[in-house]
């Protein structure tokens, strides 16, 4: 459920109606790169992944998210420019998605929301910048940053492929299955 500091049945209500409700198959994407983000989306179920491609067309993840997450571009969604970066599906997914304008219409009459919004933003700042030291840090081996990984999204770990995961963490699909087996091996995890 969204949590949006709302009191009131009626105002909620009158929020989740400015939503629209979509469903993506696995492996579609949510935006691509060099559209605009017109709209932030609440993940209602499934799982996402956001990444970018480099000149060698090889993706890099950067973040995943799941149930009971906002997520989107929001440097395109706020700049209204083309985003550079890439939002797709994992598994089938249900997204609750609302427009820029919509939303700062609801600003406008629910102030509550917009400290709402803005704690999460900060939320997710800071996680973004404690990920990027501990896990995209080079002082750290890539078993350091796996198990950074597990420890930073352990509830939906298990269902994040290894070719993603390998991704996110900048190694070789077979460097993860070789830490995976030594962490086996050695009962670390």
């Not at 956001?50 to 998210?65: C, I, L, Q, W």
């Not at 219409?105 to 996680?127: S, T």
């Not at 930073?152 to 993603?164: G, Q, T, V």
Request: glycine share 4%; aromatic share 10%.
């Amino acid at each position: 459920m969204i949590k949006c500091g709302l009191d009131k049945p009626q105002e909620l209500e009158k929020v989740l109606g400015t939503f629209n409700v979509i469903n993506i198959k696995r492996k579609r994407q949510i935006l691509s790169e060099g559209n605009i983000a017109n709209f932030l989306f609440f993940v209602n179920s499934g799982l996402i992944r956001m990444y970018t491609t480099d000149a060698n067309m090889e993706e890099r993840t950067f973040d995943f998210g799941a149930e009971a997450t906002w997520f989107g571009d929001l440097k395109s969604f706020a700049d209204k420019q083309s985003s550079d970066t890439n939002i797709e599906a994992i598994e089938d997914t249900q997204i609750l998605t609302i427009e820029h304008e919509t939303l700062q219409k609801l600003y406008k009459e629910f102030p509550k929301l917009e400290r709402v919004g803005r704690l999460n933003a900060e939320d997710k700042y800071i996680k973004l910048i404690d990920r990027l030291k501990k896990v995209n840090h080079t002082n750290y081996s890539a078993e350091e940053r796996y198990l950074e990984f597990l420890r930073f999204y352990e509830k939906i770990a298990h269902r994040i492929p290894s070719c993603y995961i390998a991704s996110y963490l900048g190694i070789a699909t077979e460097t993860l299955s070789r830490i995976k087996r030594n962490i086996m091996n050695s009962g670390t995890a």
